[in-house]
């Protein structure tokens, strides 16, 4: 510390942070590496040479659905290593008040730059192995940790945190306010991601509702799309996935399809394209559950390469 002041983590090379990147007003892209527990360091690079190379960070997932997995500080100091912007997933439902503030200290200190803090889903209460769920932080109060950890002068290690948060598309009503979204947004969060959404009529209608609370004057709206690899796999998502928004017609289309996985990047790009037509939306983060070379086609198909 400088003068009283944070010391500024500094990037290696060229490499904007995200915080820049969606203040620039671009169209903002990121990629989400896929972890598993047999995911080491060199399966973590070669995923970031796929995606790092036509997006502006590559998003690091925090064990959805409990999946044992390598933790997001681990990954993404690997990125930072590797010339690659992180923006690493906190969820509340795994830690404790305690452990949410080491996580953040020591993200902070590696040099990450942006996060995107998650309440998480609750597990089933079938799920096997049991587990015992914490959510002792709610969404805002997690924000509002990361952002006082940011701003308290004696705690040099903690860059600036481009604070993300998470949102649900859905079909509002006409007197709708999105009164959560603007608290979380007064607490810190600086870019809002929904979730994994193909109907683009419903998300017209929820932006507008965004729009005409300003919302989208404080924060950027990141909307998630996926390159989906076959009908079974879309039909999965649209029925086992919390809140995830596939149209029936989107599985027809797979279905009758006589490549499926290039129909699927088509359908990524097709929607990457309305994306950028609609008043209020920043960015997309994009997902997929096939192969990750189809990122980087269906984004070089939609005309947003980097």
Known sequence: MKNG???EIVQDGDMRTFREVIESGDFV????????RNSDAASIVEQAGVLGACTDAIQVPD?????????????SHLLIQNGFQP???LNSRDRNRVALECELLSLGAMGVSSVLLLRGDDLPQDHRPAIKQVFELKGKQLIEVAQALADDPTVTCVPEFCIGTIAT??????????????????AGARFIQTQLCFDTAALRRYMTHLVEAQLT?????????CTLPNAVTARWLRENLKGSLVPKKVIRRLEQARNPEQEGI????EILDELREIPGISGAHLM???????????????????
């Open 217 to 225: 004057w404080r924060t950027a709206i990141i909307v998630s799309v």
């Open 29 to 36: 892209l990121t990629a989400e590496l896929n972890l598993t």
């Open 63 to 75: 064990s959805p659905g409990a999946r044992v997995q390598m933790t997001p500080l681990a990954a």
């Open 169 to 186: 598309v859905f079909n509002p009503k006409a007197a709708w306010q999105p009164t959560s979204l603007l608290t979380r947004v007064d």
């Open 87 to 89: 923006i690493a997933h």
């Open 266 to 269: 088509d359908i990524c790009a």
């Open 288 to 306: 997929t559950p096939g192969e990750q070379a189809t990122i980087p086609a269906a984004i070089k198909a939609a005309g947003l390469g980097r």
């Open 5 to 7: 002041r944070k010391t």
